[in-house]
């Protein structure tokens, strides 16, 4: 059978291990596992927002709102923007998929870091569109520009912070950059994870109602995946001008948001004080990495999320990341990136306890083992 051609050069999208895998592969009772690969809140999500999904259970039979009312009306007044501004998607992974459908074709040029999230570039192919990527693997604002101007561009991604290397423009630059773009590129601001970049240092701070008030050709990602705890609910959603989200509309299909997560997200919003208990335990935590790294002599990435890439200089990136797996400790092995280095999501206290104490006789045996 043949498919559309524009298939055969998409790779899947290899997703963090399961805990359910390392079960059944490992052995290793799931009360044991430790999972560090996919940028997840380790606290979780507010307990009262626990409850209410629980409680909005007796209506699954019913159809979602599709207009998304409620949940809209709370991201407005979040982001003092109006909810004519807001698309609402299965993740902003949904919404990246929208932006794409919707402006992209055969041959539509697609700039991007060389090295970020993976879905920019799926999501293109999947509908031929040409990618261009920067020089460097983290993003240059210069290059970026130079690339605009020699190519031109339909769609430009900006991931600020960047997955997976963890590095985040200044909005100042962004900005400048913004003002040499035409009017008819389309500039996707990817935030999931300006929560904790905004919290590091306010000179990353990307302001969704200032962006899209000046510049009318951009829109600005946000996601309840990740800061909020709420990854397996799956609810993004996109922030532009009006005529930008009316389009969206029309590639989005009907009540693709479930109650459940609606109810979720809405509730979540509510509770700015146990994500920032997060944001504040993460940059803690994640200084606890820095420390480790420096002390075991391996260079890391300084980062602006809730992630840190360490490089695994003198080892294999992919032996360290099995050996640790073996051990119950998921984490992200950056081979496919073209880096010898792991991606660790920072966790819990004692999970990165349980990171180091691992590590550190893994890369010990390793070491005698050259
Ligand atoms: C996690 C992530 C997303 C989206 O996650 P969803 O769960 O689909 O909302 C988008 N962009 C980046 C860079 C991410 O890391």
Do not use: W
């Not at 391996?298 to 990136?317: A, H, K, Q």
């Not at 051990?327 to 992200?332: A, E, L, M, Q, Y």
């Not at 991606?343 to 990165?352: F, L």
């Amino acid at each position: 059978m043949t498919f559309n051609t524009s298939l055969d050069n998409v790779s899947i999208y290899e997703a963090g291990k399961p805990i359910e895998l390392v079960v059944r592969e490992y052995g290793i009772h799931p009360y044991d596992i430790v999972k560090l690969a996919s940028n997840e809140n380790p606290y979780g999500t507010c307990p009262t927002v626990v409850d209410v999904i629980a409680r909005k259970a007796v209506s699954s039979f019913v159809y979602p709102d599709d207009s998304m009312y409620e949940l809209k009306e709370a991201l407005a007044s979040n982001f003092s923007v109006d909810t004519k501004n807001i698309v609402i998607g299965a993740g902003s992974d949904q919404v990246i998929e929208f932006c794409i459908h919707a402006k992209c074709h055969t041959n539509s040029k697609v700039l991007m870091a060389k090295t970020t999230f993976a879905m920019y570039e799926i999501y293109a192919k999947q509908v031929g569109a040409n990618i261009l990527k920067t020089p460097s693997d983290a993003h240059n604002i210069d290059e970026f520009r130079e690339l605009y101007k020699k190519e031109g561009a339909d769609i430009i991604f900006l991931c600020l912070p960047n997955n997976p290397l963890g590095e985040c423009l200044d909005a100042k630059d962004v900005y400048s950059f913004l003002d040499e773009i035409d009017s008819n590129t389309l500039v996707i601001l990817d935030g999931a994870y300006q929560e904790f970049a905004s919290y590091k240092d306010g000179a990353k701070a990307i302001i969704p109602h200032e962006a899209i008030s000046k510049y009318p050709n951009v829109i600005y990602l946000g996601t309840f995946s990740k800061a909020y705890g709420l990854g397996g609910m799956r609810v993004g959603y996109g922030i532009a001008n009006e005529n930008i989200i009316q389009v969206l509309h029309k590639v989005r299909p009907p009540f693709n948001i479930t109650t459940l997560s609606l109810a979720g997200a809405i509730e979540a919003l509510k509770h700015k004080d146990f994500v920032s208990m997060g944001i504040t335990k993460n940059f803690t935590e994640m200084t606890r990495y820095e420390e480790f790294a420096t002390l075991k002599g391996l260079r890391f990435i300084p980062s602006y999320t809730n992630f840190i890439t360490i490089y695994m200089d003198g080892f294999v990136s992919k032996d360290v990341a099995l050996e640790l797996l073996k051990k119950g400790i998921i984490v992200r092995d950056m081979t496919g990136y073209g880096f010898n280095a792991i991606r660790i999501t920072i966790g819990r206290a004692e999970q990165n306890d349980k990171v180091f104490k691992t590590l550190d006789v893994i890369l010990e045996n390793l070491k005698s083992n050259n």
